[in-house]
């Protein structure tokens, strides 16, 4: 599944491919990813006309922000998106297309069908569904110390869980949360609510840093993810314990771990964090 760096780096190639086009037609071909309006017809005619004026991200929520409303798109499992010519063949799981007047297409394809999309009014998009239910993105001034202490030591999960919990901090995943808790220092089987200020700090701290230096890499490729032009993400190449398993610790040459939280794979170094 595409994680907050993935996301952040399909907003920032589609805004550099579509910013300013304005929507001509729309093709659904896959209804069931169309959640609001719950009328695909209705859908197509909220997009008549409407020019793409910003792309931003909450969590790993897309943000087309448009001259009446905001699409929100998530890619979930598998989703993608690419921008071709009018003319180009179409590619098998296209499930929507965006044409433009200036004959360019925006085209999503999801192998899986997971994806969703909703339209809302604009200015309301942080106070309704799926947004109103997200916390703060760890690169939001709301991301504070204070909250996220406040936050972790309200439950009893372990900090594994806690962490892909998107009500507490949007955007991670399952990649760097194991890579968070394993440049912290932190096992992934404490319990949040046992946690130190120090242990909450460096959580905080090295998620935003691996997350920037993520995005400066283009995200991780495992699989299938590639951008909105083709390009694969760079950031596998710096794993330290995502997909490492049985691979020596880069710290401590131990043999790196998977085992299952929460019916999630978690990689850990078992000497390095405790």
């Not at 809302?120 to 110390?145: C, I, M, R, S």
């Not at 204070?146 to 999960?157: G, I, P």
């Not at 999630?264 to 078992?270: E, L, Q, S």
């Amino acid at each position: 599944m595409p994680e907050l760096p993935e996301v952040e780096t399909v907003r920032q190639t589609l805004k550099r491919l579509v910013l300013n086009k304005t929507i001509s037609n729309v093709e659904v071909f896959w209804p069931n990813i169309i959640k609001r309006p719950d009328d695909v017809k209705e859908f197509k005619h909220l997009l008549h006309q409407q020019t793409i004026l910003d792309i931003k991200r909450k969590g790993k929520f897309i943000l087309f922000e448009l001259s009446d409303y905001v699409l929100i798109s998530h890619l979930r499992m598998e989703g993608k998106y690419s921008v071709h010519g009018g003319e180009e063949p179409v590619k098998k799981h296209t499930h929507v297309i965006f044409s433009f007047t200036d004959g360019a297409q925006l085209r999503y394809n999801d192998v899986r069908k997971f994806g969703t999309m909703h339209i809302v009014d604009k200015g309301t998009e942080l106070n309704l569904k799926p947004l109103n239910q997200l916390g703060p993105d760890p690169f939001d001034d709301a991301f504070t110390f204070d909250y996220f202490y406040k936050k972790l030591h309200k439950t009893d999960r372990v900090i594994k869980a806690a962490l892909l919990d998107q009500s507490i901090v949007a955007g991670l995943g399952n990649i760097y949360v194991d890579e968070t808790l394993f440049q912290a220092g932190v096992s992934p089987l404490k319990k949040a609510n046992r946690l130190t200020k120090k242990e909450v700090k460096a959580i905080q701290e090295k998620a935003k840093t691996i997350l920037q230096h993520a995005i400066e890499l283009g995200g991780t490729t495992i699989r299938t993810y590639v951008n909105s032009s083709g390009e694969m993400g760079m950031f596998q190449q710096t794993l330290y314990v995502y997909g490492q398993e049985n691979n020596p610790c880069k710290n401590c040459g131990k043999p790196i771990v998977k085992m299952k939280i929460g019916g999630r794979g978690t990689h850990v170094c078992m000497n390095c964090q405790k």
